[in-house]
Nanobody, 124 residues
């Protein structure tokens, strides 16, 4: 059972930056597809960014050119660097994982392992 623990959330003003981290209980990063999802109150879970075992990345259009997903295989840690944050980025952010490759659709149901989430709040 893979365990994922997110950290780094907080409150920031619009235009600011935050870096989220996700620590795994084992070496997932070279063999797993990892991603960040987010969920705002009253809204469905939304994909943010995904990274494959070999480092390939894909981003949601809403965060492209502002967010960067990366990982440190030696530290078993996944990151999400978020720049130029907007109020609409306010949400609970979740680190997720699935063994093997990333699906083209990378829906929430594709990922069996989820962290507890870390809250990001962006004010105007």
């Amino acid at each position: 059972q893979v365990q994922l623990v997110e950290s780094g959330g907080g409150s920031v003003q619009a235009g600011g930056s935050l870096t989220l981290s996700c620590a795994a209980s084992e070496d997932t990063y070279s063999r797993y597809c990892m991603a960040w999802f987010r969920q705002a109150p009253g809204k469905e879970r939304e994909r943010v960014a995904v990274i494959s075992g070999d480092g390939g990345t894909t981003y949601a259009d809403s965060v492209k050119d502002r967010f960067t997903i990366s990982k440190d295989n030696a530290k078993y840690t996944l990151y999400l660097q978020m720049n130029n944050l907007k109020p609409e980025d306010t949400a609970m952010y979740y680190c997720v994982a699935v063994s093997g490759g990333c699906s083209v659709s990378w829906r929430p149901l594709d990922f069996p392992y989820w962290g507890q989430g870390t809250q990001v709040t962006v004010s105007t």
